[in-house]
């Protein structure tokens, strides 16, 4: 997932391409753009946002709408490509949408924009993290962002924390160079920090996003058996990780591994690495390990509709489509400005990812309190809580 942010010039390219003339859709519709890569390493991600996004303005559209308007998704596929998304989102303005969801894979362009333009982008928009408060979780964040995925700064604290108490030889991390793996990477670092410590190795890899193909990890599998470091954090696409635990076996060195928040939101990477997959460690939404009715509902209803299973990504997509009908009708407004202000407001909102909502000083719904550490048993096929 998870584009590096662009340069200027590409943003102003993509806005000179499709220029700012509004084309006014149907009358009794409201237009949401959204922009995921559906194809690539993080395809599944993709078409999880879309189903989950799909679901949502049917279950709205079904219901009357809002205000006597019904909601019409228009999705499109970025194929992990910063400027292809930020051509889409230039022209999903100009069509007419009233909100842009995405993207999971290039994030950091639609965030550049969504500030540029003073618009407001919602869903799973780069899993939150640095493309969202880009100086850390303290930091402000992107006044027109409201992230509804997964937090790469939750994940990585979380597997952080349980690397310091594990871990005496020392953790290694390999992580993708843009926003999503300097995220994990971060959220890591903030519990090193407290405790003192210092992260054992930190190696950037460059992955294939666009098609897939795996990247060559023999090097680093080397480096870490030379090091005697015994634990490695792989924040890299479910394939890469595979590959991993597969050339760890292959020297037969033993190591904990730890992941990331794609490492379980489907099945990727249990199967690509089969019974090596086994004590491998990350984490889940705690609503996702123990759910409750209205998810398992969800769920259940996303199954018959779809004919996969629901992820993580697909019910944040779901929730940020209900919470904006929500503020819709609370603001009885569509401007982008007073669309912001509803969304600063929401509190206390049920969804299907747990009880969210956004101040002017947050922006992304999930954080480590909502997160539970959970590791693969690769004889029940299952990811179990951590109890150590």
Same mark, same amino acid.
């Given at each position: 997932?998870?584009?590096?942010?662009?340069?200027?010039?590409?943003?102003?390219?993509?806005?000179?391409?499709?220029?700012?003339?509004?084309?006014?859709?149907?009358?009794?519709?409201?237009?949401?753009?959204?922009?995921?890569?559906?194809?690539?390493?993080?395809?599944?991600?993709?078409?999880?946002?879309?189903?989950?996004?799909?679901?949502?303005?049917?279950?709205?559209?079904?219901?009357?709408?809002?205000?006597?308007?019904?909601?019409?998704?228009?999705?499109?596929?970025?194929?992990?490509?910063?400027?292809?998304?930020?051509?889409?989102?230039?022209?999903?303005?100009?069509?007419?949408?009233?909100?842009?969801?995405?993207?999971?894979?290039?994030? &950091?362009?639609?965030?550049?924009?969504?500030?540029?333009?003073?618009?407001?982008?919602?869903?799973?928009?780069?899993?939150?993290?640095?493309?969202?408060?880009?100086?850390?979780?303290?930091?402000?964040?992107? &006044?027109?962002?409201?992230?509804?995925?997964?937090?790469?700064?939750?994940?990585?604290?979380?597997?952080?924390?349980?690397?310091?108490?594990?871990?005496?030889?020392?953790?290694?991390?390999?992580?993708?160079?843009?926003?999503?793996?300097?995220?994990?990477?971060?959220?890591?670092?903030?519990?090193?920090?407290?405790?003192?410590?210092?992260?054992?190795?930190?190696?950037?890899?460059?992955?294939?996003?666009?098609?897939?193909?795996?990247?060559?990890?023999?090097?680093?599998?080397?480096?870490?058996?030379?090091?005697?470091?015994?634990?490695?954090?792989?924040?890299?696409?479910?394939?890469?990780?595979?590959?991993?635990?597969?050339?760890?076996?292959?020297?037969?060195?033993?190591?904990?591994?730890?992941?990331?928040?794609?490492?379980?939101?489907?099945?990727?990477?249990?199967?690509?690495?089969?019974?090596?997959?086994?004590?491998?460690?990350?984490?889940?939404?705690?609503?996702?390990?123990?759910?409750?009715?209205?998810?398992?509902?969800?769920?259940?209803?996303?199954?018959?509709?779809?004919?996969?299973?629901?992820?993580?990504?697909?019910?944040?997509?779901?929730?940020?489509?209900?919470?904006?009908?929500?503020?819709?009708?609370?603001?009885?407004?569509?401007?982008?400005?007073?669309?912001?202000?509803?969304?600063?407001?929401?509190?206390?909102?049920?969804?299907?990812?747990?009880?969210?909502?956004?101040?002017?000083?947050?922006?992304?719904?999930?954080?480590?309190?909502?997160?539970?550490?959970?590791?693969?048993?690769?004889?029940?096929?299952?990811?179990?809580?951590?109890?150590?």
């Amino acid at each position: 997932m998870r584009k590096l942010a662009t340069t200027s010039a590409m943003l102003l390219a993509t806005t000179a391409f499709w220029g700012l003339g509004v084309q006014a859709g149907a009358a009794d519709e409201y237009l949401i753009g959204l922009i995921a890569g559906t194809t690539g390493a993080y395809g599944s991600t993709g078409v999880a946002t879309v189903n989950g996004s799909q679901m949502a303005v049917d279950e709205v559209n079904a219901a009357g709408g809002v205000d006597g308007h019904t909601f019409k998704l228009d999705p499109h596929n970025d194929n992990a490509s910063a400027t292809l998304s930020g051509q889409l989102y230039e022209k999903l303005m100009s069509q007419g949408a009233i909100a842009i969801a995405g993207s999971p894979d290039t994030g &950091p362009v639609t965030a550049q924009l969504a500030q540029r333009h003073k618009f407001p982008t919602i869903g799973v928009v780069d899993d939150g993290g640095l493309t969202v408060n880009p100086d850390g979780p303290t930091s402000p964040p992107n &006044p027109w962002v409201f992230d509804f995925g997964l937090n790469t700064f939750a994940w990585g604290e979380k597997i952080g924390q349980h690397a310091l108490k594990h871990c005496p030889d020392g953790l290694a991390v390999l992580h993708d160079p843009s926003t999503y793996g300097q995220g994990g990477l971060f959220g890591i670092q903030l519990a090193y920090d407290k405790a003192g410590k210092k992260i054992a190795m930190d190696h950037a890899i460059t992955e294939n996003w666009s098609t897939g193909a795996t990247a060559g990890l023999m090097p680093e599998v080397n480096a870490i058996k030379a090091a005697g470091i015994k634990c490695v954090d792989v924040w890299l696409t479910p394939q890469d990780q595979a590959a991993f635990v597969q050339d760890l076996h292959s020297i037969g060195y033993d190591a904990i591994v730890y992941g990331n928040d794609e490492t379980n939101a489907d099945d990727t990477y249990s199967k690509l690495a089969g019974d090596l997959a086994d004590g491998t460690i990350t984490a889940m939404l705690t609503t996702e390990l123990h759910p409750g009715p209205e998810l398992l509902a969800f769920k259940d209803a996303y199954k018959k509709k779809f004919n996969v299973d629901a992820t993580p990504f697909s019910a944040g997509a779901y929730d940020s489509i209900k919470m904006l009908a929500q503020v819709i009708k609370d603001v009885k407004s569509t401007k982008p400005e007073d669309l912001q202000k509803g969304f600063n407001a929401v509190q206390g909102f049920k969804g299907m990812t747990g009880t969210i909502g956004f101040t002017e000083q947050s922006h992304i719904t999930i954080t480590a309190e909502q997160v539970t550490l959970v590791k693969y048993d690769a004889k029940s096929k299952t990811w179990v809580e951590v109890t150590d």
